[in-house]
């Protein structure tokens, strides 16, 4: 390991909460309205035209091909809003082709979208990933209904 740098702990996941992912030129994406921490509205309900997460499983250099679900929950709703299961044959191809990523290894990336994304009341959504009795949190976002914080116009 390079001098400097703490090890990692494998596997290890990362969820981003956006507004829209554009696809670009030479397989990149743009992430599009980044909602992280805590969102603030000033009415409840709120319509969100699309909601997106990005979800990264990083699997370390040498990788355990398992089982994994990723699970996104909301904390107005008594079930999950999406899980999507991945066999360890499908993780298996989904590595066979991968180049190693830096200093993190193997990962593997989920995008979801959700459009027509209904928030009734102030609450929160959650992602992780589970792989037999372990859950990995990958990220939150706070919806916070607010008349505090207001977005400040610095065109003129």
Same mark, same amino acid.
């Given at each position: 390991?390079?001098?400097?740098?703490?090890?990692? =702990?494998?596997?290890?996941?990362? &969820?981003?909460?956006? +507004? *829209?992912?554009?696809?670009?030129?030479?397989?990149?994406?743009?992430?599009?309205?980044?909602?992280?921490?805590?969102?603030?509205?000033?009415?409840?309900? !709120?319509?969100?035209?699309?909601?997106?997460?990005?979800?990264?499983?990083?699997?370390?250099?040498?990788?355990?091909?398992?089982?994994?679900? !990723?699970?996104?929950? &909301?904390?107005?709703?008594? +079930?999950?809003?999406?899980?999507?299961?991945? #066999? +360890? &044959?499908?993780?298996?191809?989904?590595?066979? *082709?991968?180049? %190693? %990523?830096?200093?993190?290894?193997?990962?593997? #990336?989920?995008?979801?979208?959700?459009?027509?994304?209904? %928030?009734?009341? +102030?609450?929160?959504?959650?992602?992780? !990933?589970?792989?037999? *009795? #372990?859950?990995?949190?990958?990220?939150?976002?706070?919806? %916070?209904? =607010?008349?505090?914080?207001?977005?400040? *116009?610095? =065109?003129?």
């Amino acid at each position: 390991m390079d001098e400097g740098f703490k090890e990692y =702990s494998f596997p290890f996941a990362v &969820a981003t909460f956006c +507004e *829209d992912i554009r696809a670009e030129e030479g397989g990149r994406r743009s992430l599009m309205g980044v909602l992280g921490g805590s969102v603030f509205f000033p009415e409840m309900p !709120i319509n969100l035209p699309l909601f997106c997460i990005v979800t990264d499983l990083h699997l370390g250099l040498d990788p355990q091909i398992r089982n994994y679900r !990723i699970v996104v929950d &909301a904390s107005w709703l008594s +079930e999950p809003l999406a899980s999507h299961s991945l #066999t +360890e &044959a499908q993780v298996r191809e989904a590595l066979k *082709d991968k180049k %190693v %990523v830096g200093v993190v290894g193997y990962k593997l #990336t989920a995008d979801m979208k959700f459009p027509g994304f209904n %928030v009734p009341a +102030e609450g929160v959504v959650r992602c992780w !990933i589970e792989y037999g *009795d #372990t859950k990995l949190m990958a990220g939150a976002v706070h919806f %916070v209904r =607010s008349d505090q914080h207001k977005v400040i *116009d610095r =065109s003129s």
